[in-house]
């Protein structure tokens, strides 16, 4: 489900310097603590050569950035299951957890713990977008370009969000990499 890399979108991502200058914020330490030990999943959704991305609020971080659709997994669910709610809570998109392609696992390390993320990808054919976040952190679910998508990405200031998505969508990742961050960072 690899998507074509062409273009110089990859080629230009310089991201190691912004996350070194944000590691020292202190917000950005109090959320990897309160991330330790839950389990995430995501979903790279592509319709034709376009990717989903969803205008998510985070506080934290002082202001709203364009992600991909992700959240908990619930201590009921499977990562799939997980995945394929979060992805129709978050833009609409229905899949169910069989047509996703795990792409990706992390794992983040912080003080007093670690937490769990599946990161995978599904083509869907009903291109339709609509939000219903229950945790109404979602401002806006668009469809974008790869190369816009992955400028979209880079602005992302935490690398387990950013970093495997980026990395897949550029080529430089082959399906089934293990990513490890020790707080926050690659």
Not at 1 to 21: H, K, N, P, V
Not at 74 to 101: F, I
């Amino acid at each position: 489900m690899a998507l074509t890399t062409s273009g110089s979108a990859c080629g230009s991502r310089a991201l190691s310097g912004f996350e070194s200058a944000r590691s020292w914020n202190p917000a950005l330490r109090r959320y990897r603590q309160q991330v330790g030990g839950r389990r995430y999943a995501s979903v790279l959704a592509i319709h034709d050569d376009s990717i989903a991305l969803v205008l998510e609020e985070y506080k934290t971080w002082g202001g709203s950035f364009w992600n991909i659709p992700s959240g908990a997994v619930e201590s009921n669910e499977s990562p799939g299951e997980g995945a394929a709610r979060e992805l129709l809570e978050e833009t609409g998109l229905r899949v169910t957890p069989e047509q996703l392609q795990l792409v990706s696992t992390s794992t983040s390390r912080f003080q007093g713990g670690e937490s769990q993320a599946w990161n995978f990808t599904a083509r869907v054919e009903e291109p339709t977008l609509r939000s219903e976040d229950p945790d109404r952190l979602i401002q806006d679910v668009r469809w974008f370009s790869r190369r816009d998508a992955i400028a979209e990405l880079g602005l992302l200031p935490y690398a387990p969000l950013r970093e495997p998505a980026v990395a897949y969508l550029c080529g430089d990742a082959s399906p089934g990499k293990a990513w490890l961050f020790d707080n926050g960072i690659a």
